[in-house]
């Protein structure tokens, strides 16, 4: 059994920074890779990135590459993302999610564990 938990997220003015959380329990031995997603209303759920579960390698969506910061607390099985220099596009629920399979992928249903999610609001 895994479990993901989401915290961090907010209201923030554009140009602001957020530090979303996610902490893991659980058999998390067996994960590849953890990662964030995010949807925002009436879109598909997209990736913003990613990191291997021992921390060495990310990979990151064009968009968010120079203002985002995915990282990992291998103590606290925690991952963080780091999110400075937020626009109003960044508007969406985030999802913390787990994959067990070798690799990084972009595709939500290629990850097997997903967290509820936290709002982030980024006004203008």
């Known amino acids: 059994q895994v479990q993901l938990v989401e915290s961090g997220g907010g209201l923030v003015q554009a140009g602001g920074s957020l530090r979303l959380s996610c902490a893991a329990s659980?058999?998390?031995?067996?994960?590849?890779?953890v990662g964030w997603f995010r949807q925002a209303p009436g879109k598909e759920r997209e990736f913003v990135s990613a990191?291997?579960?021992?921390?060495?390698?990310?990979d990151y969506t064009d968009s968010v590459k120079g203002r985002f910061t995915i990282s990992k607390d291998n103590a606290k099985n925690t991952v963080y993302l780091q999110m400075n220099d937020l626009e109003p596009d960044d508007t969406a629920v985030y999802f913390c999610?787990?994959?067990?399979?070798?690799?990084?992928?972009?595709?939500?249903?290629?990850?097997?564990?997903w967290g509820r999610g936290t709002q982030v609001t980024v006004s203008s």
């Open positions: 659980g058999q998390t031995y067996s994960f590849y890779a």
């Open positions: 999610t787990g994959r067990q399979t070798t690799g990084f992928s972009r595709r939500w249903d290629e990850y097997a564990y």
């Open positions: 990191i291997t579960w021992r921390g060495i390698m990310s």
